[in-house]
């Protein structure tokens, strides 16, 4: 098989959904896909009535109290994205939940969800018709004439979806919101895959949002329409008489290939190739579906992927389970799949719709994310309801099979490959081309402390993530515990509310705290003693880069001198004093002070720029005093004595070291005390642990709580990998316009 070219793969590397049945959980949704579980719900009158639905709708013949709702779609956490009430109440619920979905995905991808400026993040969605508008905006006088003309349009309008997160979120690529009906949010991962690889874009975020009110739960069923008798999506069933309307999104986050397995992104599939199409004119009408469109949309994006069709082992068809589109679908198929070759494994059909119902705008990206899903795990999911194959649709003679329970997935020439289609109302068809993760090679992994970083908007949220982000540490595999902690601490935003936990650590206790102003403005300053156990920081060697260097430096600028054992034991001490110090700093502590005194003296000096770390054991190494060479500090230096001179600091050597700072620093700023080991002198610490390793990470942990720290220096993330881990929990209020007549508990009883 020929090898395809890399450099125009497409990784997607982050998902978000907001599916009936599973809400946020994609784990969840990947059950109800392959066990075949049915989202739709069914309502009653009084459910309907009291939703505002016009009785006589409910009296009319034909009339189906079903759909596949999202719980909760009423309500927005206003307060992470720094919305007030009343204008969350006049949003669009649409984007609303695309907003989040975006969020989720940038997290679930292990990206920072608030972008840092500089960045070619690009986004690409869509929305379905906005019916909030129309049977609850528009009718709510007051609120309509509190916010303006302008203030109705900026929350209301489809144009503003795209822009809406760019703006939120900080993303400075491209922002298109894209329309074409059921295909829309295909077509966004295709137009965000070409960005991509035109470098328009770095990371690109695609997918839609659909979400009607409760006034629209239920739907009239007419005999050859596209809408079900039963509430039912018996997608290529003999029973099939049309589909089910459901709410829902989802997101997916979108790198170069190679851009993702050079940067330790996780990459959940690959798309090799995509293609864009009209039907034009060639059907029956309008909303008739194309074959010749369909198929000449599904050959372009093998064309594109270098794909042979003989090695597609699942297609994730448009689905709707219409009397005239899913025959007409299986013969656009035939036209590009039929094969003469003798080994030609099955190739699976699959439609999401019979699980979630018919998502709208959002319809392509769920069925993209199943497909992922699918490949992730291995297995080809069946087709839900799926009882009787219909009869109009030809199947003997094609590659084609129909699956009714789930089954492994067997690769085709080494490789597991599928498709997925949408098409939309009008003619504009999408199809993507997608493969399996490359498998990522063997590493070797330390077990030791990790710095679990949590923050939150909210002390609430913040107490929920911290109790997900536990239980999801406590099972992951140790090895992959340095992953974790890299991905919650670059690529997640730094909220006020903040949690640090230590893994690996028994009995360890996580304080949830907000970032402390007065703290942040008094500052941290550190008292270098060298005081302590000289034993005991073999820890810090094996797992920190920074502290192992400088010892590596400082022994082999020892080494060949005939030491006797106090000079030795001093410069041990200087040793682990400087390293500690500039492990921390590298974790982003930035001292407002270093104070110090004997040996710790030296040690500040080394780490402010006094002296080099060679001079500095010269200093302790030769009893007549070497020539030193003195700079300026480069970090507020207090010693008791001149930093300029020379026999001040081959004194101060030779000193014994002091466990408190000196007068003009205690007070006035935070401190702690750095010898063989690390000890905060902070307020409402919990017991530190013996390990002092995990004691210069609680350190750490324990000032970003408080706001005193940076970003990291890059050298701690040297082979690291972004996981994927839980992403925020959206502490949602309710910001709702009822429709007229409508009962608001109504829904909160739903």
Not at 418 to 424: E, H, L, P, Q
Not at 433 to 446: G, H, I, K, T
Not at 589 to 593: D, I, K, L, S
Not at 609 to 626: E, F, K, N, T
């Given at each position: 098989?020929?090898?395809?070219?890399?450099s125009?793969?497409?990784?997607?590397?982050?998902?978000a959904?907001?599916?009936?049945?599973?809400?946020?959980?994609?784990?969840?949704?990947?059950?109800?896909?392959?066990?075949g579980?049915?989202a739709?719900?069914?309502?009653?009158?009084?459910?309907?009535?009291?939703?505002?639905?016009?009785?006589?709708?409910?009296?009319r013949?034909?009339?189906?109290?079903?759909?596949?709702?999202?719980p909760?779609?009423?309500?927005?956490?206003?307060?992470?994205?720094?919305?007030?009430?009343?204008?969350?109440?006049?949003?669009?619920?649409?984007?609303?939940?695309?907003?989040?979905?975006?969020?989720?995905?940038?997290?679930?991808?292990?990206?920072?969800?608030?972008?840092?400026?500089?960045?070619?993040?690009?986004?690409?969605?869509?929305?379905g018709?906005?019916?909030?508008?129309?049977d609850?905006?528009?009718?709510n006088?007051?609120?309509?004439?509190?916010?303006?003309?302008?203030?109705?349009?900026?929350?209301?309008?489809?144009?503003?979806?795209?822009?809406?997160?760019?703006?939120?979120?900080?993303?400075?690529?491209?922002?298109?919101?894209?329309?074409?009906?059921?295909?829309?949010?295909?077509?966004?991962?295709?137009?965000?895959?070409?960005?991509?690889?035109?470098?328009?874009?770095?990371?690109?975020l695609?997918?839609?949002?659909?979400?009607?009110?409760?006034?629209?739960?239920?739907?009239?069923?007419?005999?050859?329409?596209?809408?079900?008798?039963?509430?039912?999506?018996?997608?290529?069933?003999?029973?099939?008489?049309?589909?089910?309307?459901?709410?829902?999104?989802?997101?997916?986050?979108?790198?170069?290939?190679?851009?993702?397995?050079?940067?330790?992104?996780?990459?959940?599939?690959?798309?090799?190739?995509?293609?864009?199409?009209?039907?034009?004119?060639?059907?029956?009408?309008?909303?008739?579906?194309?074959?010749?469109?369909?198929?000449?949309?599904?050959?372009?994006?093998?064309?594109?992927?270098?794909?042979?069709?003989?090695?597609?082992?699942?297609?994730?068809?448009?689905?709707?389970?219409?009397?005239?589109?899913?025959?007409?679908?299986?013969?656009?198929?035939?036209?590009?799949?039929?094969?003469?070759?003798?080994?030609?494994?099955?190739?699976?059909?699959?439609?999401?719709?019979?699980?979630?119902?018919?998502?709208?705008?959002?319809?392509?990206?769920?069925?993209?994310?199943?497909?992922?899903?699918?490949?992730?795990?291995?297995?080809?999911?069946?087709?839900?309801?799926?009882?009787?194959?219909?009869?109009?649709?030809?199947?003997?003679?094609?590659?084609?099979?129909?699956?009714?329970?789930?089954?492994?997935?067997?690769?085709?020439?080494?490789?597991r490959?599928?498709?997925?289609?949408?098409?939309?109302?009008?003619?504009t068809?999408?199809?993507v081309?997608?493969?399996?993760?490359?498998?990522?090679?063997?590493?070797?992994?330390?077990h030791?402390?990790?710095?679990?970083?949590?923050?939150?908007?909210?002390?609430?949220?913040?107490?929920?993530?911290?109790?997900?982000?536990?239980?999801?540490?406590?099972?992951?595999?140790?090895?992959?515990?340095?992953?974790?902690?890299?991905?919650?601490?670059?690529?997640?935003?730094?909220?006020?509310?903040?949690?640090?936990?230590?893994?690996?650590?028994?009995?360890?206790?996580?304080?949830?705290?907000?970032?402390?102003?007065?703290?942040?403005?008094?500052?941290?300053?550190?008292?270098?003693?060298?005081?302590?156990?000289?034993?005991?920081?073999?820890?810090?060697?094996?797992?920190?880069?920074?502290?192992?260097?400088?010892?590596?430096?400082?022994?082999?600028?020892?080494?060949?001198?005939?030491?006797?054992?106090?000079?030795?034991?001093?410069?041990?001490?200087?040793?682990?004093?400087?390293?500690?110090?500039?492990?921390?700093?590298?974790?982003g502590?930035?001292?407002?002070?270093l104070?110090?005194?004997?040996?710790?003296?030296?040690?500040?000096?080394?780490?402010a720029?006094?002296?080099?770390?060679?001079?500095?054991?010269?200093?302790?190494?030769?009893?007549?005093?070497?020539r030193?060479?003195?700079?300026?500090?480069?970090?507020?230096?207090?010693?008791?004595?001149?930093?300029?001179?020379?026999?001040?600091?081959?004194?101060?050597?030779?000193?014994?070291?002091?466990?408190?700072?000196p007068?003009?620093?205690?007070?006035?700023?935070?401190?702690?005390?750095?010898?063989?080991?690390?000890?905060?002198?902070?307020?409402?610490?919990?017991?530190?642990?013996?390990?002092?390793?995990?004691?210069?990470?609680?350190?750490?942990?324990?000032?970003?709580?408080?706001?005193?720290?940076?970003?990291?220096?890059?050298?701690?993330?040297?082979?690291?990998?972004?996981?994927?881990?839980?992403?925020?929990?959206?502490?949602?209020?309710?910001?709702?316009?009822?429709?007229?007549?409508?009962?608001?508990?109504?829904?909160?009883?739903?």
């Open positions: 098989m020929a090898e395809l070219d890399d125009a793969a497409v990784a997607v590397v982050g998902m959904v907001r599916v009936p049945g599973a809400d946020r959980d994609l784990d969840l949704f990947w059950r109800h896909v392959r066990d579980v049915d739709v719900t069914f309502f009653t009158p009084e459910q309907l009535v009291g939703w505002g639905v016009p009785k006589d709708l409910l009296d013949p034909g009339f189906v109290p079903a759909r596949a709702v999202l909760d779609a009423d309500r927005f956490d206003h307060r992470l994205f720094g919305y007030s009430p009343s204008d969350s109440a006049l949003m669009d619920p649409q984007q609303r939940v695309l907003l989040e979905c975006a969020w989720a995905a940038l997290e679930h991808a292990g990206h920072p969800p608030v972008a840092a400026d500089g960045n070619r993040v690009g986004v690409y969605v869509g929305t018709f906005n019916v909030y508008l129309l609850n905006v528009w009718p006088e007051r609120a309509v004439g509190a916010a303006g003309g302008l203030g109705v349009i900026i929350g209301s309008d489809k144009d503003f979806a795209a822009t809406r997160i760019a703006y939120k979120l900080n993303l400075q690529g491209p922002a298109l919101t894209l329309q074409t009906a059921c295909s829309t949010s295909l077509v966004a991962v295709h137009q965000a895959a070409q960005a991509l690889l035109t470098y328009d874009a770095d990371v690109a695609a997918g839609a949002a659909t979400v009607a009110p409760p006034t629209r739960r239920g739907h009239l069923h007419e005999p050859g329409g596209i809408f079900s008798a039963d509430g039912r999506c018996r997608a290529f069933d003999a029973a099939a008489d049309g589909t089910v309307p459901g709410d829902g999104a989802g997101v997916v986050v979108l790198k170069r290939l190679t851009d993702a397995l050079r940067d330790g992104d996780t990459v959940h599939a690959v798309i090799r190739g995509s293609a864009v199409n009209n039907d034009g004119a060639r059907k029956a009408g309008f909303t008739a579906p194309g074959p010749t469109g369909q198929a000449a949309v599904i050959a372009a994006a093998l064309e594109v992927a270098g794909v042979d069709p003989d090695t597609v082992g699942l297609v994730e068809t448009h689905g709707t389970g219409t009397a005239l589109g899913d025959p007409i679908e299986v013969a656009a198929l035939r036209q590009v799949f039929d094969s003469t070759r003798a080994d030609r494994a099955p190739c699976a059909l699959g439609a999401v719709k019979s699980v979630v119902g018919h998502l709208d705008t959002a319809a392509g990206v769920v069925g993209l994310i199943k497909t992922v899903l699918a490949l992730t795990h291995r297995t080809i999911p069946p087709i839900a309801h799926l009882r009787t194959p219909n009869p109009a649709i030809r199947l003997d003679g094609s590659v084609f099979e129909l699956p009714t329970t789930a089954r492994p997935w067997t690769p085709v020439d080494g490789v490959r599928a498709g997925v289609s949408a098409f939309g109302i009008g003619g068809n999408a199809h081309v997608l493969e399996e993760a490359p498998s990522a090679p063997p590493r070797p992994r330390r030791v402390p990790q710095l679990v970083l949590v923050s939150a908007k909210t002390a609430a949220a913040a107490q929920d993530s911290l109790d997900r982000i536990t239980a999801f540490a406590a099972g992951t595999a140790p090895g992959d515990l340095a992953d974790l902690a890299y991905t919650l601490r670059t690529g997640r935003a730094g909220l006020p509310w903040r949690a640090a936990v230590l893994t690996g650590v028994p009995d360890g206790e996580a304080r949830i705290r907000t970032v402390d102003a007065t703290a942040r403005a008094r500052g941290v300053a550190l008292h270098l003693t060298g005081a302590g156990a000289v034993t005991g920081n073999r820890p810090n060697y094996d797992a920190d880069p920074v502290y192992r260097r400088t010892v590596d430096e400082g022994v082999a600028l020892l080494r060949g001198h005939d030491l006797a054992e106090g000079v030795r034991e001093r410069g041990d001490r200087l040793l682990a004093c400087v390293g500690l110090t500039r492990s921390l700093c590298s974790r502590v930035t001292p407002r002070a104070a110090g005194d004997g040996v710790g003296a030296v040690a500040a000096a080394v780490v720029g006094v002296m080099s770390l060679a001079d500095a054991l010269a200093l302790l190494r030769d009893a007549d005093g070497p030193v060479r003195l700079h300026p500090a480069a970090l507020p230096l207090h010693v008791d004595g001149r930093p300029d001179d020379s026999a001040f600091w081959r004194a101060a050597a030779r000193r014994p070291p002091t466990p408190t700072p007068p003009d620093v205690q007070g006035q700023v935070l401190w702690i005390e750095v010898g063989t080991s690390v000890t905060p002198h902070l307020d409402d610490l919990p017991p530190l642990p013996a390990n002092r390793h995990a004691r210069l990470l609680a350190t750490v942990g324990a000032l970003w709580q408080l706001g005193l720290t940076d970003a990291w220096d890059p050298v701690h993330d040297a082979g690291r990998r972004r996981l994927p881990a839980p992403t925020y929990p959206f502490a949602a209020t309710r910001h709702y316009l009822d429709a007229p007549g409508a009962d608001p508990t109504t829904e909160r009883r739903h």
